[in-house]
């Protein structure tokens, strides 16, 4: 089966940096994605990550290790609009376009 | 960046009547598209694929016959709750890859569906 876990909530604090975990357990693998969803909104992407290592993209970066089966997104100075659900997201199979999305965690900026 | 719609936005509905949830692909073809359920303050599940000029291919747990997919051209995927109920309440966002834009997957901005 599939299984992607990241913690369910977590609070930081505005200007402070915040790293997010995700550990995932699937049948294949052919990339590992973040999102960004506010409540009521569709999600956003963030980034997309293939290859081990670190992909920075401005105030976010995300890393991967595909021999543990690990990721994080990595928020620097937070701001208060980043408080929104962060949602990790495997796609399993080249040859099968879907993509699982783990439940989410919860970021709560404290100013 | 590719965009995709959802008509309606927000619908309400009465217990045993159907609702039908359009997914338009504005710029670019979508062979492809995926219909996604979200409860409040849960993740996005993965009800099934939608295939353009085939069946779609529904997930584990997914009735088919409850929850019918037309993808009848490659910009626009239909999405009919049939005979609805009160737990079928949720939020609703579909999906497509697009063509040439790497490894990003566009979502529509969902569509919000209360039955009474």
């Known amino acids: 089966g599939q299984n992607i876990d990241q913690p369910t909530e977590m609070t930081a604090t505005e200007g402070a940096i915040v790293q997010i975990n995700c550990t995932y357990q699937?049948?294949?693998?052919?990339?590992l994605f973040w999102y960004q969803q506010h409540a009521g909104e569709a999600p956003t992407f963030l980034s997309y990550?293939?290859?081990?290592g670190l992909e920075e993209k401005g105030r976010f970066s995300s890393f991967l290790s595909r021999s543990k089966g690990y990721s994080y997104l990595l928020l620097k100075e937070l701001q208060m609009k980043d408080s929104a659900s962060y949602l990790c997201?495997?796609?399993?199979?080249?040859?099968?376009?879907?993509?699982?999305f783990g439940k989410g965690t919860r970021l709560h900026i404290l100013p | 960046g590719a965009v995709v719609s959802q008509h309606p936005s927000r619908v309400i509905c009465k217990s045993g009547t159907s609702v039908k949830i359009e997914c338009r692909s504005l710029d670019f073809q979508a062979t492809t598209m995926f219909w996604y359920r979200q409860f409040p303050k849960q993740s996005l599940m993965l009800m099934a694929t939608s295939n353009e000029g085939s069946k779609a291919t529904y997930e584990q747990g997914v009735e088919k016959d409850k929850f019918l997919i037309n993808h009848a051209s490659l910009t626009l995927s239909t999405l009919t709750v049939t005979s609805a109920h009160p737990e079928d309440s949720s939020f609703y966002i579909c999906?497509?890859?697009?063509?040439?834009?790497?490894?990003?997957?566009?979502f529509g901005p969902g569509t919000r569906l209360t039955v009474t």
């Open positions: 999906s497509a890859w697009s063509q040439g834009a790497g490894y990003e997957q566009y």
């Open positions: 990550n293939v290859l081990d």
């Open positions: 699937t049948s294949g693998f052919n990339g």
């Open positions: 997201a495997v796609r399993a199979s080249r040859g099968d376009d879907k993509i699982i």
